[in-house]
């Protein structure tokens, strides 16, 4: 039986993203004798509700043998950047809150999640990339904010 509800949320995490973000680069922090090296990793997507904003989210990731199996859980280390990259319309209302990204970062249920707040009154899309355990979360954060702008020839 809890095998079964295992089974059942690994297949549930796997469905939830839908945007995959686009590998850029990865910067060594730390070389490991034996294991791939400790690193920082660069990675962009579009966001999938609102065409014309990029974003660049940096991520540790753990090396070592657990790193080079994919067992390691990476650290809740990140920055995010995102920016207008082309003419923003928004064809529906924005909810107040939504999730644009999510990634795993470890085996069990832990995952990096970029969430888009839509502050109204400042006409501004608020970014802020958190982790998230199923069981709890980690106060770690960044944040990144794109004021919508007339794009030129629009």
Known sequence: MRTNFL???LGLASLSSAVMAEEIGCATTTWKLIGSNHKVCVQAFDDPKVPGVACHISQAKTGGIAGTFGVAEDP???SIACRQI???VLKDKLPKEETAFTE?????FKETKVIRMFDEKRNTLVYVAISRKVIEGAPANSISTVPIMPWSGQ
């Open 76 to 78: 809740s280390q990140f």
């Open 104 to 108: 795993d970062t470890s085996l069990f």
């Open 7 to 9: 089974y059942w949320l």
């Open 86 to 88: 082309g003419p923003i």
